[in-house]
C-alpha cells in the first residue's frame, strides 16, 4: 500500500477534480457568468462559500465550471499530441534512415521555438476558442512525445522477439501495432499524464494574457480577469491558482505512481 | 596450509522473512594459496555465497543465520567501514561481465589507482606508476600507454584483465572470482583460467572460483563445492569428484556434458537431467534433487540429507552415494 | 550427390561504422544439405551471427547468392520472399528477450500461422497443442506467459513457434548457451529427436565446440568473416588441419584433470574492421611463416574436406 502512495494521492486528487468538472452542471445549474451577488465578497460572507469577483460572479460555480474546461483542453490537447507524436517518432524510430532524418528535422523545427511563444503567436493569428486553444496546444506539446516514442521504437524494435516477427514474414504495420506499440505504450502514458499537467498550466497562462476564449469560463481566464485585484481581493486569483497547483500535482504524482507500477515489472526479466 | 576463510552454517533469507532462504546452512573452509571452485547452476545459491561473504548482499536479502570468518576476523555483522578496509584490500573480487565492469568515463590507469588509493596513502603518480605494474602482471600489452586507454577501445578479455588487475592491486589474500570467464569466446576463458592459475602461483593467492562450467574446474582448482538449491551437496579434491563423484548430481551434471567422439554418424544423444531446475523458494520435502534423481528411494522425499564426511575431506549429502 | 537445401555463395556482408566499412562476412561459400546439421564455430566477431541472420533476411547481404531449394533468395520480390518464409525460420539465442512478454505461449506459437492465413482458428488451435507437445511442453500452459516459464521451457516455446511453418531449415543462433547445462542436454537431444522425426535441416551456431561435434554433421569453422575449415565432424575434431581449429580445440575446457594443459592461443580476436594483410589469422598463429602474411590462402578442398591454409597438411 504504501508503495502506491503517489498513485493513490494523484489519483484521489485527480477524482476530486473529476467529481467536480463532472458535478458543475449539477450543482451550479446557471452560467457562470451571471451576476449572482454583490461583487468582491469574501468567502463565507453572505452565503457565499467562496466569494464573488469583481463582476459578482459566484466564485464557487466559476470554479467547478473552470475544471471542465481545463480538464477538457489538458486532456484533448494531450490526446492529439499522443496521436500525432506516436505516429511521428513510430515511423522515425523504425524505419530510421532518410525516414528518421526528415521526421526528426521537422521535430525539432517546432521544438526550438519555445513552447509557450509558439502558442500565443498561433492563438493570435486564429483567434482563441475552445477549438484553437486545444489545436494550439497539440501543435507544441507533439514533439516531446515524437521523440520518446521514437526513442523507444528504436530499442524495442532490436530486441529479438521483433526480429522474430520479421523472420515469421510479418508486415512492419503489424509489428509497430501489435509488437512494439504494446511494449512503449507504458511510457507514453506516464508522459503524457504529467503533458496534461503542462498543458492546463499553459492553458492558464495563455488566459491569464487574455488568450482565452471569451464565451468560457476557465481556471486561467479567473486568474486573468482578478489580477487588477491582486491587493484587496487576492482570493479571486488564489482560488483558481490553489486549484491549478492542486491538479498538476495530482497529476504529476498520478503520472509518478504509474511509472513506479508499469515499468519495474516490464523491465524486471 | 592454514585456513584463510570458514564459513559455518551460513543462511540468506529473504528479508524480513527468514523462513524463505535462498543459502541453507552453508559450511566451507578455504586455506591460503588454495583454489576452491563452487559449483552450481541457477538457484544453487553459488553468487549469493560470494555476495555474502563480502557483504554486498542486495537490500532484498540478509544473512540470518551462521558466521564468516575470515583470517580470524568475524565478517558477518561487522560494521561497514570496517568491511570496506578489507574488501579489495584484502579480498578482491573479479566479477562476471567485463563489459559492464568498468566505469566508460576512466581510463583503465585511473580505474585501477582508484583500487589502490582507496586503500593505501599513496599520490596520483605512485598509483599510476602501480597501475603499469599491474598491466604487465596481467599480462596486457603495452602497459605504459595502456594505462591511459578508456575501456571501449579494449576486448572483453582484455577488460577481464583490467577488473583482475584492479582486484589484485593491493595484493590481496583471497581473490573471489565470480564467473570470470562466462562472457567470454572460449579461446579467450583459456587464457584468462591460465592468467588466473599463474597469479596464484606467483602471489600466493587463495582464490573462491564460483562456475557453472565443470570443464573450467578440472584445470583451474584444488578442492570442489557443488550447489544444487541453496545447499551444498558434494565437496571433494578435484582429482576425486571426477574421478569418482559420489552425489547423483554431481555425476549426471558430469555426464551432461558432452564429450566428443559420439557425434554422427553413431550420435549418442547427451544424457540428460530429466525435470527443472527446482526455485529454492518453493523446494519440496526431502531432498531437493529427488524428483530429477534416477536412484532416489522413498527416505530421499521425506528428510533431507545431511553432509556426510568422507576421507580426504570430502563430503556427500545423499542417502544413497555412490561409493 | 544431391542438390543442396541452401546454397551460400561468395557471400558478402558489411555495415558501416564509424571507425570505418565493416567486412562482417566477406566471400563465404556452403552448403546445407537436407536433413543435416552445419555446426558453424568461431570467436565473437567473426561474422556467424551476420551470416545466419543474412539467410532469414535480417541482414541484406552487400553481394553473393542465397539458395534455397535453387531459387535466388537475395532477388526476390516481397510476396516471394514472404511466401519463402516458410521454408527457414530461426532459433534465437536469448530465450528471456526472444519472446513478447506481453503474449501468452499459445499466442506466440500461432502468430506464424495467423501471418501466413495457415488454417481456421480452430486448426490453428490443434496445431498449436501438437507442437507444444512435440517439444515436451504441456498444452494446459499454452495460456501462461513467459516469464512464468522457465529457460529452458521458454527455448522450447522458441522452437516451437520456429517449427510451426514446417520449414526445411531452421537456423539456430547459440540455442543453448544461455540455459543451464543439464537444460542444455535437454534441448539439444530435442532438435534432434526433431531431426529424425521430420528430416529437418540446422545452421547451428554455436561457441561450444564440444556441443556442436556432437550434434552437428558437418562444421565449418569461421574466422574474421571467412571459413577456414569445413569437414565432417569427427574427422574435424580427431584431426583438425587449421591451426585455429586445433586452437579452439584445444580452448575447450575438459572435465578431466588428468589432461594436459595444451599451449593456448594468444591475443584476442581482431577486429573485423581493420583487415590484415595476407591470411587474417596469421598474427596469432604458432606456424605462420613470411608467405602467410602476403598472402591469404583461399579455402581448397583436401579430400573431402575443405581448409584455408598455405600448411594445412604438414
Request: hydrophobic content about 45%; proline content about 13%; cysteine-free.
Given at each position: 500500500m504504501a508503495r502506491h502512495w503517489s498513485l493513490l494521492v494523484g489519483g484521489a486528487i485527480l477524482l476530486a477534480v473529476g467529481l467536480m468538472a463532472a458535478s458543475a452542471g449539477l450543482l451550479f445549474p446557471e452560467d457562470p457568468f451571471t451576476m449572482v451577488d454583490q461583487p468582491l465578497l469574501w468567502p463565507g460572507a453572505a452565503g457565499m462559500q467562496l466569494g464573488t469577483d469583481a463582476m459578482g460572479r459566484d466564485m464557487a460555480a466559476e470554479l467547478f465550471h473552470g475544471a471542465r474546461v481545463s480538464l477538457l483542453i489538458g486532456f484533448a490537447s494531450t490526446g492529439a499530441a499522443v496521436v500525432v507524436g506516436t505516429v511521428v517518432g513510430a515511423l522515425a524510430g523504425y524505419y530510421r534512415g532518410l525516414v528518421d532524418d526528415v521526421l526528426m528535422r521537422l521535430t525539432e523545427l517546432f521544438q526550438t521555438i519555445p513552447q509557450f511563444m509558439l502558442a500565443i503567436v498561433l492563438l493570435a493569428i486564429v483567434g482563441p476558442s475552445i477549438g484553437t486553444i486545444v489545436a494550439a496546444l497539440a501543435v507544441v506539446s507533439w514533439p516531446a512525445i515524437a521523440r520518446l516514442v521514437r526513442a523507444e521504437f528504436m530499442v524495442i524494435s532490436e530486441r529479438e522477439f521483433v526480429q522474430s516477427c520479421r523472420v515469421i514474414g510479418m508486415s512492419d504495420a503489424r509489428i509497430m501495432l501489435t509488437q512494439i506499440l504494446p511494449n512503449a505504450l507504458p511510457t507514453v502514458i506516464v508522459t503524457a499524464t504529467v503533458l496534461v499537467a503542462t498543458a492546463i498550466l499553459m492553458e492558464a497562462g495563455l488566459s491569464f494574457l487574455g488568450l482565452s476564449d471569451p464565451n468560457v469560463m476557465s481556471w486561467g481566464s479567473m486568474i486573468g480577469t482578478g489580477k487588477d485585484q491582486?491587493?484587496?481581493?487576492w482570493y479571486i486569483v488564489a482560488i483558481p491558482g490553489i486549484a491549478l497547483l492542486l491538479t498538476a500535482l495530482g497529476l504529476n504524482l498520478f503520472g509518478e505512481g504509474l511509472n513506479d507500477a508499469l515499468n519495474p515489472r516490464l523491465r524486471g526479466r | 596450509m592454514t585456513s584463510l576463510l570458514e564459513v559455518h552454517g551460513l543462511d540468506v533469507a529473504l528479508r524480513g522473512e527468514p523462513d524463505r532462504r535462498v543459502l541453507r546452512g552453508l559450511s566451507f573452509e578455504l586455506r591460503r594459496g588454495e583454489i576452491l571452485a563452487l559449483v552450481g547452476e541457477s538457484g544453487s545459491g553459488k553468487s549469493v555465497t560470494s555476495l555474502a561473504i563480502t557483504g554486498l548482499l542486495p537490500p532484498a536479502l540478509a544473512v540470518t543465520v551462521g558466521r564468516v570468518v575470515f583470517d580470524g576476523q568475524e565478517?558477518?555483522?561487522?560494521a561497514p567501514r570496517a568491511l570496506r578496509g578489507i574488501r579489495g584490500r584484502r579480498i578482491g573480487m573479479v566479477f562476471q561481465d567485463p563489459m559492464t565492469a568498468l566505469n566508460p568515463m576512466f581510463t583503465v590507469g585511473d580505474q585501477i589507482g582508484e583500487a589502490v588509493r582507496a586503500h593505501e596513502p599513496v599520490s596520483r603518480a605512485a598509483a599510476r606508476a602501480r597501475a603499469i605494474e599491474l598491466l604487465a602482471l596481467v599480462r596486457l600489452p603495452d602497459p605504459s600507454h595502456l594505462v591511459?586507454?578508456?575501456?571501449?577501445?579494449?576486448s572483453g578479455g582484455q577488460r577481464q584483465r583490467v577488473v583482475i588487475a584492479a582486484a589484485i592491486a593491493c595484493r590481496p589474500e583471497l581473490v573471489i572470482a565470480d564467473?570470470?570467464?562466462?562472457?567470454?569466446d572460449p579461446t579467450i576463458q583459456a587464457q584468462i583460467m591460465a592468467l588466473l592459475a599463474s597469479l596464484q602461483a606467483e602471489l600466493g593467492l587463495a582464490i573462491l572460483l564460483i562456475t557453472h562450467n565443470l570443464g573450467l574446474v578440472a584445470q583451474a582448482a584444488d578442492r570442489v563445492m557443488v550447489m544444487y538449491a541453496g545447499a551444498k551437496v558434494e565437496e571433494a579434491r578435484v582429482a576425486d569428484i571426477f574421478a569418482q563423484p559420489l552425489h547423483p548430481y554431481t555425476r549426471r551434471l558430469l555426464a551432461a556434458t558432452p564429450r566428443p567422439g559420439h557425434g554422427h554418424p553413431n550420435r549418442r544423444p547427451l544424457e540428460e537431467i530429466a525435470g527443472l531446475v527446482p526455485s529454492v523458494l518453493e523446494l519440496p520435502p526431502g531432498c531437493p534433487f529427488a524428483p530429477r534423481c534416477?536412484?532416489?528411494?522413498?527416505?530421499c522425499t521425506q528428510r533431507e540429507p545431511e553432509l556426510a564426511p568422507y576421507p580426504d575431506g570430502a563430503a556427500v549429502a545423499c542417502f544413497h552415494p555412490a561409493a | 550427390m544431391s542438390s543442396p537445401l541452401l546454397s551460400l555463395r561468395g557471400l558478402e556482408c558489411t555495415f558501416d561504422t564509424p571507425r570505418g566499412l565493416l567486412h562482417a562476412v566477406r566471400g563465404v561459400s556452403l552448403d546445407v544439405h537436407a536433413g543435416e546439421t552445419l555446426g558453424l564455430v568461431g570467436e565473437s566477431g567473426c561474422g556467424k551471427t551476420t551470416l545466419a541472420k543474412s539467410i532469414v533476411g535480417l541482414v541484406t547481404p552487400r553481394a553473393g547468392s542465397i539458395r534455397l531449394e535453387g531459387r535466388e533468395l537475395t532477388t526476390l520480390s516481397g510476396t516471394e520472399r514472404f511466401r519463402m518464409r516458410r521454408a527457414v525460420q530461426f532459433v534465437f539465442q536469448d530465450p528471456f528477450s526472444s519472446l513478447n512478454p506481453r503474449r501468452r505461449a499459445a499466442s506466440l506459437i500461432a502468430e506464424p500461422l495467423e501471418v501466413h492465413r495457415i488454417g481456421s482458428r480452430a486448426e490453428r488451435r490443434e496445431r498449436v497443442a501438437w507442437l507444444m507437445e512435440k517439444v515436451g511442453l504441456r498444452p494446459e500452459w499454452g495460456g501462461r506467459y513467459p516469464h512464468e516459464f522457465s529457460g529452458g521451457q521458454r527455448q522450447r516455446i522458441g522452437i516451437a513457434r520456429a517449427l510451426a511453418l514446417e520449414p526445411k531449415l531452421i537456423v539456430c543462433d547459440e540455442p543453448v548457451s544461455a540455459l543451464d547445462v543439464s537444460i542444455q542436454a535437454q534441448v539439444v537431444n530435442l532438435l534432434a529427436r526433431l531431426q529424425q522425426e521430420t528430416g529437418i535441416a540446422y545452421l547451428m551456431i554455436s561457441h561450444d565446440l564440444a556441443l556442436v561435434e556432437n550434434f552437428a554433421h558437418r562444421i565449418a569453422v569461421m574466422y574474421l568473416g571467412e571459413i577456414v575449415e569445413l569437414g565432417e565432424a569427427g574427422t574435424l575434431w580427431r584431426t583438425p588441419l587449421h591451426p585455429f581449429t586445433r586452437a579452439l580445440i584445444d580452448a575447450v575446457p575438459v572435465p578431466d584433470p588428468a589432461v594436459a594443459r595444451r599451449p593456448l592461443l594468444q591475443g584476442d580476436p581482431p577486429s573485423p574492421v581493420s583487415r590484415p594483410a595476407g591470411c587474417s589469422f596469421a598474427g596469432r598463429c604458432?606456424?605462420?611463416?613470411a608467405r602467410c602474411q602476403a598472402e591469404a590462402p583461399t579455402l581448397r578442398d583436401v579430400g573431402a574436406r575443405a581448409v584455408a591454409c598455405h600448411y594445412a597438411d604438414e
Open positions: 491582486l491587493r484587496e481581493a | 565478517l558477518t555483522g561487522m591511459d586507454a578508456y575501456p571501449a577501445r579494449l564467473e570470470p570467464t562466462t562472457a567470454l534416477d536412484i532416489a528411494g522413498p527416505a | 604458432p606456424m605462420a611463416q
